[in-house]
T-cell receptor, first 108, second 117 residues
Framework: GQNIDQPTEMTATEGAIVQINCTYQ??????LFWYQQHAGEAPTFLSY????GLEEKGRFSSFLSRSKGYSYLLLKELQMKDSASYLC?????????FGKGTMLLVSP | GAVVSQHPSRVICKSGTSVKIECRSL??????MFWYRQFPKQSLMLMAT?????????EQGVEKDKFLINHASLTLSTLTVTSAHPEDSSFYIC?????????????FGPGTRLTVL
């Protein structure tokens, strides 16, 4: 089985940097995903890590350490529209298991 | 990225009726699609894995006779909620996996909001 932990809520101010952590325990690992989900909408893909290290994509970066079962999503230059739930998801051999999501509130 | 569509986006039905939700991969073929359910302020919970040309694989606690899944082609999977009850009201989301080479991505449909009265 898989167990995924991430903080329930975080707050930050516009223009700041925020790091959302995710730890996981899994019986099979085939990559880790981060998704953004606005209320009432389906998740949208942000990043995919399968090897250790940092993947940078614009204002968003994602880091993975397989030995530690740890990942983080780094959001820079926060904007109000970044207020959303951020889901960490671990891919097993055939399925994707989601964490409960971190609700990020960006304030002016 | 790949596009997954879902229809309808919103449905309201009476208790006891059946509702069919379609999930289509528009620009790629998906041998495997996934159906998720999400209750308010909760994460996505995998209901079943839909395999083209074979029976779906259901997660523990999901009634296969209540949630009928058909994956008749490489671009279409359907979820039918039979004899719907108010507790089935939820946000249903499908996704399709794109694999090959370095790719291993899962793209989501826009979701279907089901309200059972």
């Amino acid at each position: 089985g898989q167990n995924i932990d991430q903080p329930t809520e975080m707050t930050a101010t516009e223009g700041a940097i925020v790091q959302i952590n995710c730890t996981y325990q899994t019986s099979g690992f085939n990559g880790l995903f981060w998704y953004q989900q606005h209320a009432g909408e389906a998740p949208t893909f942000l990043s995919y890590n399968v090897l250790d290290g940092l993947e940078e994509k614009g204002r968003f970066s994602s880091f993975l350490s397989r030995s530690k079962g740890y990942s983080y999503l780094l959001l820079k230059e926060l904007q109000m529209k970044d207020s959303a739930s951020y889901l960490c998801a671990v891919s097993g051999y055939s399925t994707l298991t989601f964490g409960k999501g971190t609700m990020l509130l960006v304030s002016p | 990225g790949a596009v997954v569509s879902q229809h309808p986006s919103r449905v309201i039905c009476k208790s006891g009726t059946s509702v069919k939700i379609e999930c289509r991969s528009l620009d790629f073929q998906a041998t495997t699609m996934f159906w998720y359910r999400q209750f308010p302020k909760q994460s996505l919970m995998l209901m079943a894995t839909s395999n083209e040309g074979s029976k779906a694989t259901y997660e523990q606690g999901v009634e296969k006779d209540k949630f009928l899944i058909n994956h008749a082609s490489l671009t279409l999977s359907t979820l039918t909620v039979t004899s719907a009850h108010p507790e089935d009201s939820s946000f249903y989301i499908c996704s399709a996996r794109v694999t090959g080479g370095a790719r291993n991505e899962q793209f989501f449909g826009p979701g279907t909001r089901l309200t059972v009265l």
